[in-house]
Each structure stands twice: as structure tokens, then as C-alpha cells.
């Protein structure tokens, strides 16, 4: 992509903390860009320094050295005015949702707009239409202990938008969520960024949220920068040991095919978009050996069988045959001279 099309650069960047043992390195030569209109995600282990990241983005935290730059300009050297404007051009959500007890949602939504000077009709009318946008227009009037985590995150997506950010940064803000109501909240900020063209940055661990919202993904270990790319690159063929075991996990270096059990997988008129061995891997993080194919694609379904091989690790297999089954995929076990 051309230069102006970045919208966030670091260059070089490094953050130290001191700390009574001494200092500690958080993050070491950090140079990444994020371009406008993107869904950005940012992903590693605890401690990795992915929130020090996220957070040295909008200013939250001041990096020792390098720079963080903002539609061409360097953030740290702009006069204090444009500095603010540029960090009220980011919105952030967190993991604990961080709303006032005090105030209900509409008022929740409201404070960013008092704070920039809004006048306080225009203010409500926006927050109004925010709601509506992330489907809570009933619960203008409620308490934040009156409502799930999912009612929660979206007051909090709301009130980050309120100001027509230019970017949407998000740190860890499915974690503390169950499984469907995380989907339900990554597909509102994929929305988000489609319809209101906002360039978002998630901060995450774990693969699923990069796979099923990221255009491109950065992977963080030990304060550096392993890997980046497009999320369909890195998934089908990470480069780095650390993103071989997000995406494989350990058993990705264990894995032994020697004498382990061989599967027949019959298509009988599935979608042939569904990626089956795919999702069995990402749902399992269990390796598998594809030995034979033979499909066919008629109509958009599929037709025809293919042969896997599971690892030899009896747990490793068990999981695998277990989510095929739950995905309702028919297939039978088979020895060498059956195929």
C-alpha cells in the first residue's frame, strides 16, 4: 500500500519500566504499520508486552525510545492541542468494560462528548443513534450492574465512538466473555469498521479473534516482533516458532505420525467452502496428515473422500474424532490396504 494509506506507524520503539529488581524491557524495536480502514490484530502470550503496545499508541503509556506516529506526524512532538485531538482520534475498550457505576448508559456514552465540549442535546442525540447501532436503544436508562458483560463491552464500544475516532484500539476486550456473546461482539466490530470505516486494533491471545475478524496480524513474543503478515499467510504458513504455537500449539513440535490411526472423510454434499480439516485444527489444535484426496466440487457442494492421519497421541486423536463428530462429519477408521 501507498504511505498515505498508513495510518499509525512505530518506528523503533522500545518502552522500559523501572522496577526495585531493576528495568525491565516491555517492548524492543517495535516497527509496525497500520493502515486506515483495517482491522489490525496484535497477538501473543502474557506478558508479551501486547497491551504496552496498544496502550503506547494512544499515549497511555510514554515509550523510552523510538516513535509513534499518527497520520505522518510524530505523536510525542505535536503541540499540546493536536496532541489531544489525535488521542481523542483513538477510542479504546478494555477487558473490564471500565464504565461509571453512577452514570446509566445513555450518560455512560455522553462523558466523552462532555468532555470535548459537545453541546448536551447534540450529545444525547448521538448516543441515541449509537445505541440503536449496537442494538441497546432499550436500555438507555440502565446501570452498568443492571447489564451482562455482552450489554457491557457494546456501552463501551458506544461510548469509544461517540467522537467519530479515526481508530478503534481493543484490549482484550472478548477475554472476560463467553464464547457466543465474544462472536457477537466481533461481528459489531467488524460492522463497525465497515459501515463507519474506522481502523481497529485488536489486542488479543487468543487465534480464534484474529481469525475471525483480522485482515493482517503482528505476533508478539518476548517484547518483539516474531511475525507479520495477512492472517491468511500466517495461518497457513507461519514463519516463527512462537506462531506455530498459537496456531498449533505444543503439539505442533510433539506431533508422531509413525503408527497412528488413519481416517476416511466422506463428502456426501457439504459445502465445498467449508474448510473441515481447517477447523478441526483450529478447534483442536491437534496436527493432522492429509495422505489422500479425491473430490470434487458439483453445485457448490462436495463429493468424494479424503484419508487423514492423527497424531499417535491417543489425546491428540480423541479430540480431533470428537469435534468431527460434533461438526457431524461422516467418517470411518481405516487400515493401509483399505485405500
Request: glycine share 8%; proline share 3%; net charge neutral.
Amino acid at each position: 500500500m501507498a504511505e498515505e494509506d498508513v495510518i499509525i506507524q512505530l518506528k523503533h520503539m522500545g518502552k522500559e519500566f523501572r522496577t526495585s529488581g531493576g528495568p525491565v524491557v516491555a517492548l524492543d524495536d517495535i516497527n509496525l504499520d497500520i493502515y486506515r480502514g483495517e482491522i489490525f490484530g496484535i497477538i501473543g502470550l502474557s506478558g508479551a508486552g501486547k497491551s504496552t503496545l496498544v496502550r503506547c499508541i494512544n499515549l497511555l503509556e510514554t515509550q523510552n525510545s523510538g516513535e509513534v506516529i499518527f497520520e505522518g506526524e510524530i505523536l510525542a512532538v505535536m503541540l499540546e492541542a493536536r496532541q489531544r485531538r489525535a488521542r481523542q482520534s483513538m477510542g479504546m475498550i478494555f477487558q473490564q468494560f471500565n464504565l461509571l457505576a453512577q452514570r446509566n448508559v445513555l450518560r455512560n456514552i455522553c462523558f466523552p462528548m462532555e468532555i470535548a465540549g459537545i453541546p448536551r442535546a447534540q450529545a444525547r442525540a448521538r448516543a441515541m443513534e449509537l445505541l440503536q447501532l449496537v442494538g441497546l436503544e432499550d436500555r438507555a436508562k440502565a446501570y452498568p450492574a443492571q447489564l451482562s458483560g455482552g450489554q457491557k463491552q457494546r456501552v463501551a464500544i458506544a461510548r469509544a465512538v461517540a467522537t467519530n475516532p479515526k481508530v478503534l484500539l481493543c484490549d482484550e476486550a472478548t477475554s472476560a466473555l463467553d464464547p457466543n456473546t465474544t462472536k457477537s461482539i466481533l461481528e459489531l466490530l467488524k460492522q463497525i469498521n465497515r459501515d463507519l470505516g474506522i481502523t481497529v486494533i485488536v489486542i488479543t491471545h487468543e487465534m480464534a479473534v484474529i481469525e475471525a475478524i483480522c485482515d493482517r496480524v503482528a505476533i508478539i513474543d518476548h517484547s518483539h516482533i516474531a511475525e507479520v503478515g495477512r492472517v491468511t499467510d500466517i495461518f497457513s504458513e507461519p514463519k516463527s516458532k512462537i506462531g506455530r504455537q498459537l496456531i498449533l500449539g505444543d503439539a505442533a513440535e510433539q506431533a508422531r505420525f509413525d503408527r497412528s490411526r488413519k481416517i476416511r472423510i466422506t463428502f456426501d454434499g457439504r459445502s465445498s467452502v467449508e474448510p473441515i480439516v481447517a477447523n478441526t485444527v483450529l478447534a483442536t489444535k491437534v496436527p493432522i496428515n492429509i495422505l489422500y484426496a479425491a473430490t470434487r466440487d458439483i453445485g457448490g457442494t462436495a463429493h468424494g473422500q479424503m484419508i487423514i492421519q492423527l497424531p499417535e497421541d491417543e489425546g491428540d486423536a480423541g479430540r480431533a474424532l470428537t469435534y468431527l463428530r460434533s461438526a457431524k462429519v461422516p467418517f470411518e477408521e481405516v487400515r493401509d490396504g483399505d485405500f
